[in-house]
């Protein structure tokens, strides 16, 4: 085998350029590396490397290890928080904004007054309808008591069937004149009762819309109010991965803001159409927000937990897929050689990928750019600790 070699320049090997003094010092060391590794029989890596074989530096950025960690494989979800229960309180009735008694970020109970509408000429109105029902109560009660009368004089002979038929005929005059007077009086109260804005459920106060002396109309926005206890998840997937997705099936996910923090929800629920344009579906992911920490509106990312285990997986920036069948670079004995490798699921969250065939547990591989490191170079981590980090 020829021994000739013909050295790469530094921007050709796209490492760190070395001088010709360390260049004699590490190749003395690897003389001395080399005989010391036969004489302790521990492979033939070493022994068979040539004496000046190139020496290539790298960081330890460019180092990854094989490790067998926790495989997670389901569909990768982004969208936004949502509060699972909104509601925009509106005016039911007509006039003018007397008290606000909240702004956006109060915390309020179910039943709180919220604001106050002018109520002079609805509470008058009321009056009349409360009125208006007295009488009428009145006028049923008589009705009905002329109808017994009547009955009991008939069935004594007293009256005639004629008289008998207009007392019944007045007392359902006057049932229908009551139960008009109740619906109208029912609907005075309401009114009444609207003028005094109360929450619906207990919540926070997210948007306020009005200031006293507005006008309103029935239909004006006054209030928006959130419940922060239950948080939602608006994300889609795309409609090759639906099989991967079910109603309650557990998403991890992180959320802008608390970056070192994992929460966790299930899917509530998975639209029955996909979007025409972008072939996507839609899902819900409903959240217990404990402590009320997140709020509407937050960008949250993660997956659908479709299935967890556990895998021998390397960095996916170490996975060399240009030729026909995938390969990594690895370090045996610090020279490098490359191994065909049998490639099975990737976890898209950590980045890395699983190894089904050709690696062990503790082999270290090339990342990156140093896959270009020519087979048979020798690889020294140029960093201050002599522990390799695993991306």
Known sequence: MSTTHTPQT???????PM???ARRA????????????????????????PANAIVVNVGPEAIGVATRTTLSIGPILSGSLVAERTAQIRAEVPGAVVQVFHDP????????????????AIED????????????????????????????????GAVSDRDLENARRGDLSARSMLDDARARLSA??????????????????????VNPGDIVNPGAPLFALVDPSTMRLEAAVPATELAQVRVGAPVRFSVTGYPDRVFEGRISSVNPSADPQTRQVRLFVRIPNTGQRLVAGLFAEGRVAHETREALTIPALALDQRG?????????????????????????ATDRVEIREGLVAGDTVLVGAALGVSVGSRVRVSSPSDTLTQR
């Open 188 to 209: 005075a109260e309401e009114n009444r009762d609207a003028t005094n804005v109360l929450a619906p459920y207990d919540g926070v106060v997210s948007e306020r819309f």
């Open 19 to 21: 001088s010709s003094r």
């Open 125 to 156: 109105a009321y009056l009349g309808a409360r009125s208006g029902f007295t009488a009428a109560q009145t006028a049923a009660d008589l009705a009905a008591r002329e109808l017994a009368r009547a009955e009991r004089l008939h069935v004594a």
């Open 26 to 49: 590490a190749g003395l060391a690897l003389l001395a590396l080399a005989t010391s590794l036969s004489a302790c029989g521990r492979g033939d890596a070493a022994e068979e490397a």
């Open 324 to 348: 026909l069948t995938p390969q990594v670079v690895r370090l045996k004995d610090g020279i490098v050689e490359r191994v065909t490798v049998t490639v099975g699921a990737r976890d898209e």
């Open 10 to 16: 530094p921007a050709s090997r796209g490492m760190l």
């Open 105 to 120: 970020g109060a915390v309020v109970a179910k039943g709180t007054s919220l604001a106050k509408i002018d109520d002079r």
